[in-house]
Each structure stands twice: as structure tokens, then as C-alpha cells.
């Protein structure tokens, strides 16, 4: 399946069969999805897959009660740390720098440094997005559904996996085996959207 093809049959999906989704394919989700860039390779991404009965359960609660949560065989969690990423710069920092890694990391880190709490919080936030966009597709080509979700409260989310509360959770993705067709796609026209200048 081309990319063009993922992003044209990919819908919301928020019923899905018993069927499970194997550890190898969920391990090959993440890995494609880890592929996303992020500013200086930064990767403030930090992942949990729900797969339990009872975390799935916790979960759905977490999402005030949504059903795809409960419905699907697996659960992906995008959580961001910015605190992690800046106590572990030099590992992210391309090893072609060589002697260089310790002066690069720490302009990542004095340039971050002068932003406000919030703006770093923001900043790490959304790059979860791209990650997300990237396992969205992934899924798809690999036959799975999903389903995209912001509904749910993320002081609950965090207690769940004992995250502090600097951790900034993109969203959440439930995944399975279609159950449904889910709704047609419906989009703008490109004109109401896009110039070309
Ligand atoms: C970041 C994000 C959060 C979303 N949150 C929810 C949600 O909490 N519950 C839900 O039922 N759908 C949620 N959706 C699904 C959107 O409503 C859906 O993507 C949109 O209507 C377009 O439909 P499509 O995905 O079938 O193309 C979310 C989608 C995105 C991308």
C-alpha cells in the first residue's frame, strides 16, 4: 500500500473485531512511527500500548467512557517529556558530530532553556503529532483501523502510568480489525485551504 493509498482509505474507526493485533506488528507500528522527525531529532515521544483488559478499562474510564477504548485490541498512549529529553540530549545528537556532541547539545539545550514553561510544554506536544501521523498510516497499510482521540482527561491518563505532570499527552489511538465502515471522508476543497503563491 502506497502512503497515498493509507491516507486515502484511513477513517475513524471506533468498533473492531475480537481479532488481536500480534506484539510483532504492534513493535513494527512503533518502529515506523518512531521514524517521524522531530526538531534536532529530539524525539520527546514517550509511548505506552494499552493491551490489557484491566488498563483498558482504566483507560476508558480516563476517556470519559468512550467505547473504542474498550474496543480496541490496543491502545497507544503518545505522551511527551520534554523533562526526559533534556536531561538525555547528548544521546539524541547525530553521531557524525563526534568531538562536537557535548558543544551541540549544549546550544539544544541553552536555546531551550530560554523558553517559558508553557511554550516548552507546547513545543513538546506537538511533536507527538507527527508521530501520530505516522502510525495512523502505518496501521492502516498494515490493515489495522484506528482512531485518533483527544477526549480524555490528562490528569487521570498520568496517574494511570505515574506519569509527573510535565508529561503532554498528544492523544491517544485505539486499533484493531475494522468492525465498521466508519463515515465517508469529508474534507475542504483544496481552494478553501491552500494558495499557491
Ligand atoms: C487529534 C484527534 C483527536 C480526536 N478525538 C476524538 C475523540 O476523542 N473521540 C472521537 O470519537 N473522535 C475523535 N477524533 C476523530 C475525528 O472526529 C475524526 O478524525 C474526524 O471527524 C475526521 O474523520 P475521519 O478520521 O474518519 O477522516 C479525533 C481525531 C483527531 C485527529
Same mark, same amino acid.
Do not use: C
Given at each position: 500500500?502506497?502512503?497515498?493509498?493509507?491516507?486515502?482509505?484511513?477513517?475513524?474507526?471506533?468498533?473492531?473485531?475480537?481479532? @488481536?493485533?500480534?506484539?510483532?506488528?504492534?513493535?513494527?507500528?512503533?518502529?515506523?512511527?518512531?521514524?517521524?522527525?522531530?526538531?534536532?531529532?529530539?524525539? @520527546?515521544?514517550?509511548?505506552?500500548?494499552?493491551?490489557?483488559?484491566?488498563?483498558?478499562?482504566?483507560?476508558?474510564?480516563?476517556?470519559?467512557?468512550?467505547?473504542?477504548?474498550?474496543?480496541?485490541?490496543?491502545?497507544?498512549?503518545?505522551?511527551?517529556?520534554?523533562?526526559?529529553?533534556?536531561?538525555?540530549?547528548?544521546?539524541?545528537?547525530?553521531?557524525?558530530?563526534?568531538?562536537?556532541? @557535548?558543544?551541540?547539545?549544549?546550544?539544544?539545550?541553552?536555546?531551550?532553556?530560554?523558553?517559558?514553561?508553557?511554550?516548552?510544554?507546547?513545543?513538546?506536544?506537538?511533536?507527538?503529532?507527527?508521530?501520530?501521523?505516522?502510525?495512523?498510516?502505518?496501521?492502516?497499510?498494515?490493515?489495522?483501523?484506528?482512531?485518533?482521540?483527544?477526549?480524555?482527561? @490528562?490528569?487521570?491518563?498520568?496517574?494511570?502510568?505515574?506519569?509527573?505532570?510535565?508529561?503532554?499527552?498528544?492523544?491517544?489511538?485505539?486499533?484493531?480489525?475494522?468492525?465498521?465502515?466508519?463515515?465517508?471522508?469529508?474534507?475542504?476543497?483544496?481552494?478553501?485551504?491552500?494558495?499557491?503563491?
Amino acid at each position: 500500500m502506497t502512503v497515498k493509498e493509507a491516507a486515502t482509505a484511513r477513517r475513524s474507526i471506533r468498533k473492531y473485531t475480537d481479532a @488481536p493485533i500480534p506484539e510483532a506488528d504492534i513493535q513494527e507500528m512503533l518502529r515506523v512511527a518512531g521514524l517521524a522527525p522531530s526538531p534536532w531529532n529530539l524525539q @520527546p515521544w514517550r509511548v505506552k500500548v494499552v493491551v490489557s483488559p484491566e488498563m483498558k478499562e482504566k483507560l476508558m474510564a480516563a476517556a470519559y467512557g468512550q467505547p473504542q477504548v474498550g474496543a480496541a485490541q490496543a491502545v497507544f498512549v503518545i505522551g511527551n517529556d520534554m523533562n526526559d529529553v533534556l536531561a538525555n540530549v547528548e544521546e539524541t545528537v547525530h553521531p557524525g558530530y563526534g568531538d562536537q556532541i @557535548p558543544e551541540v547539545a549544549q546550544n539544544v539545550k541553552e536555546t531551550m532553556e530560554k523558553m517559558s514553561e508553557g511554550d516548552l510544554q507546547w513545543w513538546g506536544k506537538s511533536q507527538g503529532y507527527t508521530f501520530m501521523a505516522f502510525l495512523l498510516l502505518q496501521a492502516q497499510a498494515m490493515g489495522y483501523s484506528t482512531s485518533a482521540m483527544l477526549g480524555f482527561d @490528562p490528569v487521570e491518563v498520568r496517574k494511570l502510568f505515574g506519569w509527573g505532570d510535565h508529561v503532554q499527552i498528544s492523544a491517544i489511538v485505539a486499533m484493531g480489525v475494522a468492525d465498521e465502515d466508519g463515515f465517508p471522508t469529508h474534507r475542504h476543497p483544496l481552494e478553501r485551504f491552500t494558495e499557491i503563491v
